[in-house]
């Protein structure tokens, strides 16, 4: 059985990269949802249709033990829904994980309490973060900010108008004073060195794509019923619900390399 890694895009691609590079015996399966991006600017009942049909079609077609949502807005639209009424009348022995909770443990570990966070627009309007760092630390202060212009900019390789965009988007946040910056998009991960250069020594990065692979080893470590049914043969699959020569190009931007795109359409 494979672990499952699914986006709304290819951003997914650098957490479903730095899994495979941390737990590289296992069998993946990635899909992008390119069809219907972005997912930001759809209704939560639209969205959890297609998460839905996505998590079905990685457990019955692919055979996934495990999925990771890796996409931001559906584990703030879709996870738990899934996790509550999907998974339990339907494959009550797998798992569907998401992405925001191991983000706010990790911060609540490094004992960082007071917190930045860049994200989509729908990101920030959903609250997610502030409702589940309540549950984790209250304590902890978190200051949001919306930063459309990222994803496109990375994906059309808009590097020379990058610097001054994140400087204006940072700035905000730098004034608050805060100790750590959670990256809320998985195409935010690319940017990692230029944001280290503009921001305060003193400011830890939180990026998915190197905390998801640690949490999820810690998580297959403990729960040995689901990982000891996983294959290792080393074989991973990347299927898009629609490929075009934009994705194609993205793709190998976002993994330094070229990759093999099926396309599958539910």
Same mark, same amino acid.
């Given at each position: 059985m494979k672990i499952g890694v699914f986006d709304s895009g290819l951003g997914g691609l650098l957490i479903?990269?730095?899994?495979?590079?941390?737990?590289?015996? =296992?069998?993946?399966?990635?899909?992008?949802?390119?069809?219907?991006?972005? =997912?930001?600017?759809?209704?939560?009942d639209t969205i959890y249709g297609y998460c839905e049909k996505i998590v079905d079609y990685l457990f019955r077609v692919q055979n996934?033990?495990?999925i990771i949502v890796a996409c931001n807005t559906a584990s703030a639209a879709a996870l738990r829904r899934l996790q509550q009424e999907y998974l339990p009348t339907h494959f009550p022995d797998r798992r569907i994980l998401g992405v925001v909770i191991p983000m706010l443990e990790?911060?609540?570990d490094s004992n960082i309490k007071n917190l930045g966070l860049i994200a989509t627009n729908y990101m920030v309007g959903s609250g997610i973060y502030q409702e589940e760092l309540?549950?984790?630390?209250?304590?902890?202060?978190?200051?949001?900010?919306?930063?459309?212009?990222?994803?496109?900019?990375?994906? =059309?390789?808009?590097?020379e108008w990058i610097d001054s965009v994140l400087q204006s988007y940072l700035q905000p946040l730098v004034e608050k004073g805060i100790k750590g910056l959670i990256l809320g998009c998985t195409h935010y991960a690319i940017l990692?060195?230029?944001?280290?250069?503009?921001?305060?020594? /003193?400011?830890?990065?939180?990026?998915?794509?190197?905390?998801?692979?640690?949490?999820?080893?810690?998580?297959?470590?403990?729960?040995?019923?689901?990982?000891?049914?996983?294959?290792? /043969? /080393?074989?991973?699959?990347?299927?898009?619900?629609?490929?075009?020569?934009?994705?194609?190009?993205?793709?190998?931007r976002l993994m330094q390399e070229k990759i093999t795109l099926q396309k599958v359409v539910l």
């Open positions: 479903a990269k730095e899994i495979r590079k941390q737990l590289p015996d =296992y069998d993946y399966v990635y899909f992008g949802d390119t069809l219907h991006l972005p =997912y930001g600017v759809r209704s939560m996934c033990q495990i990790e911060a609540d309540r549950k984790i630390d209250p304590e902890i202060e978190i200051h949001q900010k919306a930063t459309p212009l990222l994803v496109p900019l990375i994906e =059309y390789e808009g590097d990692e060195e230029k944001l280290a250069k503009l921001l305060p020594e /003193n400011v830890t990065i939180l990026s998915q794509h190197k905390i998801i692979p640690l949490k999820l080893t810690d998580y297959l470590q403990r729960h040995p019923e689901i990982e000891t049914k996983l294959t290792k /043969n /080393n074989h991973v699959s990347y299927l898009l619900s629609d490929i075009t020569p934009s994705y194609i190009l993205a793709s190998e």
